[in-house]
T-cell receptor, first 116, second 110 residues
Framework: DAEITQSPRHKITETGRQVTLACHQT?????MFWYRQDLGHGLRLIHY???????NKGEVSDGYSVSRSNTEDLPLTLESAASSQTSVYFC???????????????FGPGTRLTVL | GQNIDQPTEMTATEGAIVQINCTYQ??????LFWYQQHAGEAPTFLSY????GLEEKGRFSSFLSRSKGYSYLLLKELQMKDSASYLC???????????FGAGTTVTVRA
């Protein structure tokens, strides 16, 4: 079955370190998204991509970067981790499917990141 | 910009009905989604509305009024497993982005 996976599931790092969170989907979806989820804020969009070599900034992109070298993967990099980036990170993917009215986003299981 | 409001918490009794409201003020509209998220898990898709009216899916129904910028999710015959957070999200016109509300935590009590 097609799926979307994230790794690691839990990560503890120190302030100033570079961290990369992996997202891999086997749906063959063109659209991929990264969100962070914090209490009281819901899901906020960090970066997104609509295809290979395409990347775009979301509403909370400062301090984060992404790259899209193939359809399946959209890694999220924290250039220099800060305590304010402690959060749960979700990756999602979507595509307009034949017979579908819209592109439903399917979410990965999430990565809990703690920056000390 | 996007402004999406939902109540923070709701409590209901097993077997009862709960209605979760969502109001939105957005720069453009191209559909509204409801997602369910159990604690510690990923959001999962529940429903989608793009035209005014009611969409029914078993025990769950979702309603949309575009002129009022208003939607609700109706959960009937509540079960303990329905205890979760329910997220309202609005799709941007002309692209695939979603803007989410902060979510409503529903607690079902015996």
């Amino acid at each position: 079955d097609a799926e979307i996976t994230q790794s690691p599931r839990h990560k503890i790092t120190e302030t100033g370190r570079q961290v990369t969170l992996a997202c891999h989907q086997t749906w063959n979806h063109n659209n991929m998204f990264w969100y962070r989820q914090d209490l009281g804020h819901g899901l906020r969009l960090i970066h997104y991509s609509y295809g290979v070599q395409d990347t775009n900034k979301g509403e909370v992109s400062d301090g984060y970067s992404v790259s899209r070298s193939n359809t399946e993967d959209l890694p999220l990099t924290l250039e220099s981790a800060a305590s304010s980036q402690t959060s749960v990170y979700f990756c999602a993917s979507s595509e307009f499917l034949a017979g579908s009215a819209t592109d439903t986003q399917y979410f990965g299981p999430g990565t809990r990141l703690t920056v000390l | 910009g996007q402004n999406i409001d939902q109540p923070t918490e709701m409590t209901a009794t097993e077997g009862a009905i709960v209605q979760i409201n969502c109001t939105y003020q957005t720069s453009g509209f191209n559909g509204l989604f409801w997602y369910q998220q159990h604690a510690g898990e990923a959001p999962t898709f529940l429903s989608y509305n793009v035209l005014d009216g009611l969409e029914e899916k078993g025990r769950f129904s979702s309603f949309l009024s575009r002129s009022k910028g208003y939607s609700y999710l109706l959960l009937k015959e509540l079960q303990m497993k329905d205890s979760a957070s329910y997220l309202c999200a609005v799709r941007s016109p002309n692209d695939y982005k979603l803007s989410f509300g902060a979510g409503t935590t529903v607690t079902v009590r015996a």
